[in-house]
């Protein structure tokens, strides 16, 4: 017997010129192996349209075109289920189409979940749907995002972010690990992990969630390379004395500044306090040790700064929601 239709959830993936291609095939291709998983004669669970506002053929910033339906052409008077809003170069131009806005507010009523990849979170957030919640965004543009949308709470860290009835997800691949946890939400452990299996990644990457290269972030210049970050030197410094004197007096001399103005100046700049950052560095040492050598847990904490193992280990697991033994494993 079919699946009846009422239980068919309707997938609404809306693409736009530039649209990152990635950040559509990757949902669309994890959706459609669930379909393939768990229709089990029932019919498929999932019912997936890449749509746009004015249908047709989209190209994406890789080139490649995608054939879109209109977004006034959606299947009958049939309730979305899943509004997913991919990113890419072509979003902030998206966002200046009122129409477009206005038509992912309208659906905030009655969707049961909204989500984002990617730099979608800068259209999702244009919506005002994100205006109180946590969301995360690809880490080059997490500054960017707090700076435009300073009614969100933007965290840079996770792969993604579950607030409500809205989702957003990191950059790029990180769309298929949205993709999964939604599937597991909607059809249980079970199935969401056959589809990992049938991808061939992780349902859930070691680490937390973490996106691990959101230090690495605050080393380069500013959000999006739009300004220099006045900082970079000494995340530079941060990183090529990671055993030595951290301490913020230190840190302080270092930038030239007293440490009271330091540390504000700092926060107010960074979103984070200097010994977090200089935590978040030390631990992306460990991790380099870790993927690069064959030392001893023991000797990386004391090269990184941490002197001893535990304080390691528990700064690890603050950092990248795992052990390093762990992480040595399957890195």
Known sequence: MARAQAEQRLMVVLAFERVQLLDVAGPVQTFASANEIASDGRGAPYRVIVASRRGGEVCTSSGLPLVTRTIADLPGKARIDTLLIPGGPGVH???????????????????????????????????????????????????????????????????????????????????????????EEDLGRKIAMQVARHLVVFLKRAGGQSQFSAPLAAQAAAADGNAPNQFAPLHGWIAAHVAGDLRVERLAEEAGMSPRTFARVYAATMGTTPARMVEKIRVEAVRRALEDTELPIKKIASICGFRQEERLRRAFARQVGTTPAEYRRRF
Not at 93 to 120: F, H, M, N, Y
């Open 93 to 183: 131009e998206a966002l200046k189409d009122s129409r477009l806005i206005a038509w992912v507010r309208r659906q905030s009523p009655t969707a049961r979940r909204i989500a984002s990849v990617c730099t979608g979170a800068f259209l999702l957030a244009q919506t005002g749907l994100l205006a109180g919640r946590r969301a995360t965004t690809h880490w080059k543009s997490c500054s960017r995002l707090q700076q435009n949308y300073p009614d969100l709470k933007v965290d840079a860290d996770p792969i993604y972010v579950h607030d409500g009835q809205i989702w957003t997800s990191a950059g790029v691949t990180a769309g298929i690990d949205l993709s999964l946890a939604l599937i």
